[in-house]
């Protein structure tokens, strides 16, 4: 299978998917995740349409944005932040889906080049995976998105989660579910957001059931990494 026949596939299954579970077809955006990858394989993505691609190493993504100026993609940070990295990724992505703390969103805020649009903020939320330091816990959320959603040069659009791994699908679902419960909580405080990051190869089709917007997907498009 080629990247193409790849990107064909995961197609069809977001389509299918959309379909399947009530969704407005078209309402889901297939994020390519990119990391690992080389240039070339993103060019081959590229070559299809793919214009969305998500990168989780600033370095990585600086690079590559470098390579690839010029061809239209917009950049998504999907990864862990430190706040000594945020002026490169507020030079480089239309997206940054990983912001847990104010501080982050204040550095952004402030480091976003004048002459770029306002960069596209999704909060991270720690829904099911304790285990992890990433992400902002669902009872410090309102505090959050309030703080962020005043700031300048950013825009708060949603809640990105990235759940433990589980193979059982109905259980992906009930997770998913309470990512979308926050959300809806968070709109009737009356914030407008429209945007749900959730969903990886091994379960985007119970995040499209429960609303997921962006799905990020890298091995069932670029392979295995190493
Ligand atoms: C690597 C990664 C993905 C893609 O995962 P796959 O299982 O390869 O589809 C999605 N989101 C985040 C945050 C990632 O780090």
């Not at 410090?140 to 809640?159: D, F, M, S, T, Y």
């Not at 699908?169 to 309470?178: I, K, L, S, T, W």
């Not at 407008?192 to 059931?209: F, H, K, P, W």
Request: aromatic share 4%; net charge negative; hydrophobic share 45%.
């Amino acid at each position: 299978m080629t990247i193409r026949d790849n990107i064909q596939t995961i197609g069809e299954r977001i389509r299918a998917a959309e379909q399947h579970f009530g969704r407005e077809a078209g309402s889901v955006e297939l994020l390519a995740v990119s990391k690992k990858h080389p240039a070339a394989s993103i060019r081959e993505a590229i070559a299809t349409g793919q214009t969305q691609f998500g990168e989780n190493y600033v370095q990585e993504m600086v690079e590559k944005a470098a390579e690839l100026a010029g061809r239209g993609i917009e950049w998504h940070f999907i990864g862990p932040i430190q706040s000594n990295k945020t002026r490169l990724i507020a030079a480089t992505a239309r997206w940054v889906h990983s912001v847990d703390s104010v501080k982050i969103a204040q550095r952004l805020s402030e480091q976003k080049p004048a002459d770029a649009p306002d960069i596209n903020i999704c909060l991270q939320v720690n829904i099911s995976d304790e285990a992890s330091k990433s992400g902002v816990a669902p009872a410090a959320l309102p505090e959050l998105a309030a703080q962020v959603a005043g700031l300048p040069g950013i825009c708060l659009r949603g809640l990105m989660a990235i759940p433990a791994p589980e193979p059982d699908v109905e259980r992906q679902r009930a997770v998913f579910a309470q990512v979308r419960h926050l959300q809806e909580s968070l709109i009737a405080q009356g914030f407008a957001l429209d945007t749900l990051s959730m969903g990886m190869t091994d379960d985007m089709e119970a995040a499209i059931a429960e609303g997921a917007t962006i799905v990020r997907i890298g091995t069932a498009i670029f392979g295995v990494r190493h």
